[in-house]
């Protein structure tokens, strides 16, 4: 029973926990921006072109901007610059099973165990900045804990997107949590 308790308190600590981090310059009234513009370089890499990711990231932005009440403008005229990226890591993780023997009496013994295989995994985490765009200083950051990798389908890939930067965007102006 105590097992029983102890796994629902963890599954439901799990589930308050964000996944994703934000910070801010406490300094800046965020009320005094009404208007944004993608960055020059918002997720530039070496290819001219935009992505697929980088269009769906766009498209999430974008939408979740205008919930704010902000409106998109020409880049001149922007109160906010949005930059984001996608930061790759390199993660290892274990999968199957280890396999171990061994043999003993009484309080002497011998065995032997192989850990589990493990492999390295490439993933991607959304990292998206909102800077001041007559000081082109960052006023407010968000990074997600959710990872895109290779293996996920496109609609997949769409709808982590849509909820990361959804999620992200709930958590600004900061201060209304």
Not at 88 to 96: A, F, P, V
Not at 121 to 132: P, R, W
Request: hydrophobic share 40%; net charge negative.
């Amino acid at each position: 029973m105590r097992f029983v308790m102890l796994s629902i308190v963890a599954l439901a600590m799990a589930g308050c926990a964000s996944n994703v981090v934000t910070d801010y310059n406490s300094s800046v009234v965020f009320g005094n921006y009404s208007s944004w513009a993608f960055a020059p370089s918002a997720g530039a890499d070496s290819s001219p072109f935009v992505s697929l990711d980088g269009s769906r990231i766009k498209d999430a932005i974008a939408r979740e901007l205008s919930q704010e009440a902000l409106r998109e403008v020409p880049l001149a005229e922007a109160d906010l610059l949005v930059s984001w990226q996608i930061v790759e890591e390199d993660r290892l993780e274990q999968t199957g099973v280890g396999l171990g023997f061994g043999f003993g009496s009484g309080n002497f013994g011998w065995a032997l165990s192989a850990p589990p295989p493990v492999r390295e995994v490439e993933e991607g985490k959304l990292v998206v900045e909102l800077a001041d765009a007559e000081t082109k200083q960052v006023v407010w950051r968000a990074a997600s804990r959710r990872y895109l990798n290779e293996d996920q389908s496109p609609e997949t890939r769409r709808e982590l997107i849509d909820e990361v930067v959804s999620e992200m965007f709930s958590k600004y102006p900061p201060g209304l949590d």
